[in-house]
């Protein structure tokens, strides 16, 4: 797949503080893993999957559905992924609005530190916006264009426009890497709800697109309309039938009832509980999962809420934790000691071999209700303010320091 799409409900507002921060760490850590264990084109594969996308969007604590998803995701890696540019090999350029605006300066810039062709670069990365911009009329008008590069000369495009008469943003990923021609791409598939028809293949730069259309109309039309579609609802609160409960069964299960007593003992070295290994498990899924894990995006909220409190407020106590498991066990490995990095992938896998003979049982809304019930234990922060303790209970009533370890 080259391409794909999502369509998301138009949301506005800006990321707190204290979340931002957390996504640039977690997200730096996770790009990191990715590419040490799978190297920078696996980096970009994943960048150019709508479900892949989301699913991190959701693990770093995003609302779930939200058109916001895309800025502040491609906002934290660029601040945490260009700090180590020289180090991991690939380049974040552009952004929202004024920053996209940026991106071909920025990609000279990387041209002159990497020796690629920059005017190539900043070619397919014009073209990519004029493509979805004007070469289709899909009824959404840009304002987010992210062109990731590697020092290989690879690259991937994020970008996102907004329909304000449906109040919906679609982000479109675009990926080099078989890419021979942006005229061979089907663009005729980017398809959404009650959008009409692909017309005004007109402008100058849209001409190999429109050759393209033409050629395709010929096609057939299972091939033509090949192509991920993810479209998210626009209410905000996560329900059953947005998961795969055999998959969040599954993880839950390895975390809280088999407990840490399975676990192999570097994990309990750390000190890590349920709660964490529930973290844990799930973004070691975001790193080691196949394309095919990543269906159901909603399930990844489960590492660490949302900003909005769906499906409960994020956990910032676990996610701090999160963060500093996944650093320390990126700095063994890169001095050589693999012990814990293979710790957290096999999480993945124990996972996966729970599900096999793992049988859903009705625990979703019990799950969502401790979770906010428990919230407050592990610095459960929403837009609206902190998470409060229950009725009858008060923080003078929240537990020590090892007992919270403990839950963790």
């Known amino acids: 797949m080259k391409r794909g799409h999502a369509d998301l409900p138009l949301h506005y507002g800006t990321v707190p503080a204290w979340l931002a921060e957390r996504m640039s760490l977690l ?3 996770i790009t990191e893993a990715i590419v040490m264990e799978y190297g920078r084109g696996e980096f970009l594969r994943r960048m150019s999957d709508p479900f892949w996308f989301q699913s991190l969007g959701c693990v770093l604590g995003m609302d779930w559905h939200s058109s916001g998803i895309t800025t502040s995701v491609m906002n934290a890696l660029k601040k945490s992924v260009n700090r180590r540019s020289g180090e991991l090999g690939i380049y974040i350029c552009g952004g929202r609005g004024k920053s996209s605006r940026q991106t071909p300066a920025e990609l000279l810039q990387v041209a002159e530190r990497t020796g690629l062709d920059g005017d190539v670069l900043v070619h397919h990365s014009r073209l990519s ?11 959404f008008q840009l304002y987010l264009h992210s062109f990731i590069v590697t020092s290989d000369g690879e690259w991937a495009v994020v970008q996102q426009g907004m ?12 990926l080099s890497s078989g890419l021979t021609s942006f005229v061979e791409e089907p663009h005729t598939s980017v398809c959404g709800v009650n959008q009409g028809l692909i017309l005004n293949l007109t402008h100058k730069d849209a001409l190999p697109t429109r050759q393209g259309i033409v050629a395709l109309t010929t096609q057939d039309p299972g091939r033509i309309m090949h192509e991920a579609e993810l479209i998210m609802p626009a209410r905000h609160d996560v329900r059953k039938s947005d998961v795969d409960m055999k998959r969040l069964g599954a993880a839950l299960v390895l975390a809280h009832e088999r407990g840490v007593s399975d676990m192999e003992s570097l ?3 750390e000190g890590v509980g349920p709660r964490t290994l529930q973290s844990l498990t799930l ?7 196949t394309p095919s894990r990543f269906s159901d995006p909603a399930r990844f909220s489960f590492a660490h809420g949302g900003k909005d409190g769906h499906p409960f407020p994020v956990p910032t106590r676990v996610y701090d934790r999160t963060i500093e498991i996944f650093d320390r066990a990126i700095h063994s490995a890169r001095l050589g000691d693999r012990d814990k ?5 096999n999480l993945s896998r124990m996972s996966q071999n729970l599900e096999r003979n793992y049988t859903p049982r009705d625990f979703f809304d019990g799950q969502i209700e401790k979770e906010r019930r428990e919230s407050w234990l592990y610095g459960g922060k929403t837009v609206y303010g902190d998470a409060k303790p229950p009725a009858g209970e008060t923080d003078d009533d929240k537990p020590s320091v090892p007992r919270q370890l403990e839950l963790w």
């Open 341 to 345: 990095s293979e710790a957290l992938r």
């Open 129 to 139: 916006a004029k493509v979805d911009n004007t070469a289709v009329q899909d009824g």
């Open 283 to 289: 973004v070691s899924e975001v790193i080691h999962g």
């Open 27 to 29: 997200g730096g850590a």
């Open 163 to 174: 329909n304000t008469e449906s109040r919906m943003a679609r982000r479109y990923h675009w």
């Open 267 to 269: 994990l309990l070295q």
